[in-house]
């Protein structure tokens, strides 16, 4: 055969495909799910931290994590909290995770069970080894608009020197309960006993036989003086405003009159040996506490129930004292308008022949003791300010969105503004655990932290894949007040109430897929469609199965490529069939 490539015109051989189209255009040449390596820094290694670790190691790849942490050790809220009878509000087996189920002690877990419930976690996974720099604060965090960065500067407490950090991605895990505050008490500081506060315990100081007085009456208030009201000589404790105990109502779980319990060995055996009854007791107490949201609704007969079982309730447990009896049952509000507390046994100290109850407010700290609101003197010899946090959702550090700082857009005056609990508008590429107008008020954090986790991937991974810059909310939510005195609330009355207008299951059915439509999107690309690649899909270059839309064939649901029988065809193939079955041509 002769070669005739010799004669061949130029211009009809095969010419390599051009770089760029008519326009100028160039493709980009990687397959289509190809994603962008990004960096997310979190602040505090709280439960909320500790799942995005765990589930960002599963679900997660081209994702680098830095977690910055004040404290000396991982656990947020349960690490600071340790003052007497310290308790979740929830039932414990509510209050853990999916995939980390494990068998509790009491219904109502105490402050060193559930951080050795968090520790194990971290232990189990080095997730410090990893991702947590210890003793570590953030000062100041700005948004870099031309590069697209999260700046921060981070105090090393340790060695009282500042670094620099940056970041793609900047997520608030550090909740809102976690600066305490001393309450504005004249003379308080001048008192030359005992003086602690809740958020800051001593939990070796003994306080059998001591003189105490017990400042604040909200969650951590009432499980103090129920714990100790029995161990101390004398105990003085003020209920400045109207609070509903609602210990025992919807608690068919619990202990009699909603008292918390030590489960038996028995009890634990029988889970530890059927987990599918375990997951049935914890959806029906689970079932329970989101059909609280009922009794929140105002004029509902749900509501009206509540409140009547809750005075009589109150009434006989307070012995029907009538200065109690009217200072403290609500009157304007119903049950719900602060988070309920399981609180066995606080009514009844209350009564009690070692208290003394003011529903007026505190007076002046003296050395020795205190001044009461008729001018009394008291001598005491601890002091317990059960005062909580600053509840204003203002930072305590410089952040800056590149144009304002949120503690000018935020204040007092102005309220907050927040997008779904999870984002700020005009703030990109932030989000919050457990942010302001998140359904707080009744239910565990646990189920709300893995849809919050999940609903922070989607966006990351739409950033990754379609190399977008920033995403940045567009608008607020508002939501509903009432007339009592709650912490997401601010303390106040008459504050704004930064709590989710809806049930949890409204909230996470809002939460289980990101509406990009409410985000201003930037991308670093000119063409939107620059993500499209070159035309083939990432899956069929990484080993995974690329006919998965016809189903799996893997026992284990993997997405890999099958390996496929080669003997199949011998049994279905055409080749092994006679004439006979051949189809002739019309």
């Known amino acids: 055969m002769s070669d005739n490539t010799a004669g061949e015109d130029s211009s009809t051989r095969e010419q390599p495909a051009p770089l760029h189209d008519e326009h100028g255009y160039r493709i980009r040449e990687q397959p289509m799910g190809t994603k962008r390596r990004i960096?997310?820094?979190?602040?505090?290694?709280?439960?909320?931290?500790?799942?995005?670790?765990?589930?960002?190691?599963?679900?997660?790849?081209?994702?680098?994590?830095?977690?910055?942490e004040k404290n000396s050790d991982i656990g947020g809220t349960w690490l600071e909290n340790r003052y007497p009878g310290c308790a979740c509000d929830i039932p414990s087996v509510n209050y853990q995770f999916s995939w980390k189920i494990k068998l509790w002690s009491h219904y109502y877990s105490y402050a060193p069970e559930i951080w050795d419930y968090l520790k194990s976690i971290e232990q189990e996974n080095h997730f410090i080894d990893k991702y947590v720099k210890l003793r570590h604060k953030i000062e100041a965090a700005r948004w870099d608009e031309q590069a697209g960065l999260w700046r921060l500067k981070i105090r090393?407490?340790?060695?009282d020197e500042v670094i620099e950090d940056s970041a793609e991605f900047f997520i608030n895990g550090g909740g809102v309960l976690n600066n305490w505050k001393w309450p504005d008490i004249d003379g308080l500081h001048d008192f030359k006993g005992k003086l602690l506060h809740s958020a800051h315990y001593e939990e070796s100081y003994d306080l059998t036989g001591k003189r105490v007085a017990v400042i604040g009456f909200g969650s951590s208030g009432v499980q103090i003086v129920a714990a100790i009201?029995?161990?101390?000589?004398?105990?003085?404790?003020?209920?400045?405003?109207?609070?509903w105990i609602t210990a025992g109502f919807a608690q068919k779980w619990a202990a009699k009159n909603g008292a918390n319990f030590r489960y038996s060995e028995e009890q634990l055996e029988f889970l530890k040996k059927n987990p599918k009854k375990y997951l049935e007791y914890r959806k029906q107490i689970e079932n329970e506490l989101n059909q609280r949201f009922k009794f929140i609704i105002k004029g509902s007969e749900e509501a009206r129930v509540a409140r009547e079982y809750a005075a009589n309730e109150m009434k006989t447990k307070l012995k029907n004292d009538p200065r109690l009896v009217d200072k403290i049952i609500p009157k304007d509000f119903n049950p719900g308008c602060?988070?309920?507390?399981?609180?066995?046994?606080?009514?009844?100290?209350?009564?009690?022949?070692?208290?003394?109850?003011?529903?007026?407010p505190t007076g002046r700290i003296t050395e020795t003791g205190f001044f009461d609101h008729e001018g009394k003197t008291h001598e005491v010899d601890v002091i317990v300010c059960a005062t909580g946090f600053d509840t204003s959702w203002l930072p305590r550090f410089a952040f800056n969105n590149g144009k304002e700082d949120l503690r000018?857009?935020?204040?007092?005056?102005?309220?907050?503004?927040?997008?779904?609990?999870v984002g700020i508008p005009t703030f990109p590429n932030h989000f919050t655990f457990c942010g302001p107008y998140g359904p707080l008020g009744h239910g565990s954090f646990m189920p709300l932290i893995e849809i919050w986790t999940k609903y922070m991937f989607n966006v990351i991974r739409k950033a990754q894949v379609e190399n977008i810059k920033s995403f940045t909310p567009k608008m607020s939510r508002t939501a509903w007040t009432s007339s009592c005195r709650?912490?997401?609330?601010?303390?106040?009355?008459?504050?704004?109430?930064?709590?989710?207008?809806?049930?949890?299951?409204?909230?996470?059915?809002?939460?289980?897929?990101?509406?990009?439509?409410?985000?201003?999107?930037?991308?670093?690309?000119?063409?939107?469609?620059?993500?499209?690649?070159?035309?083939?899909?990432?899956?069929?270059?990484?080993?995974?199965?690329?006919?998965?839309?016809?189903?799996?064939?893997?026992?284990?649901?993997?997405?890999?490529?099958?390996?496929?029988?080669?003997?199949?065809?011998?049994?279905?193939?055409g080749c092994t069939l006679d004439d006979r079955y051949i189809v002739k041509a019309a």
């Open 229 to 243: 009201q029995n161990k101390v000589d004398k105990l003085y404790h003020w209920v400045r405003s109207p609070i």
């Open 338 to 360: 602060r988070r309920p507390t399981p609180a066995p046994g606080y009514l009844e100290a209350l009564v009690a022949p070692n208290s003394t109850i003011f529903t007026d």
């Open 408 to 421: 000018s857009l935020w204040s007092p005056e102005n309220g907050v503004t927040s997008y779904l609990s």
């Open 486 to 573: 709650s912490w997401f609330k601010q303390g106040k009355v008459d504050g704004q109430a930064a709590i989710w207008p809806g049930s949890r299951l409204h909230f996470l059915q809002m939460m289980s897929a990101p509406r990009y439509e409410d985000f201003d999107i930037e991308y670093w690309d000119d063409n939107v469609f620059a993500f499209m690649g070159n035309g083939f899909e990432l899956r069929e270059f990484d080993g995974r199965d690329i006919t998965n839309y016809l189903g799996s064939l893997d026992d284990d649901g993997r997405v890999v490529q099958p390996e496929y029988d080669e003997t199949l065809i011998e049994v279905l193939g």
């Open 39 to 68: 960096k997310v820094i979190l602040m505090g290694a709280g439960a909320s931290s500790l799942n995005f670790f765990k589930k960002a190691e599963e679900e997660m790849t081209d994702l680098d994590i830095v977690c910055y």
């Open 156 to 159: 090393h407490l340790e060695r």
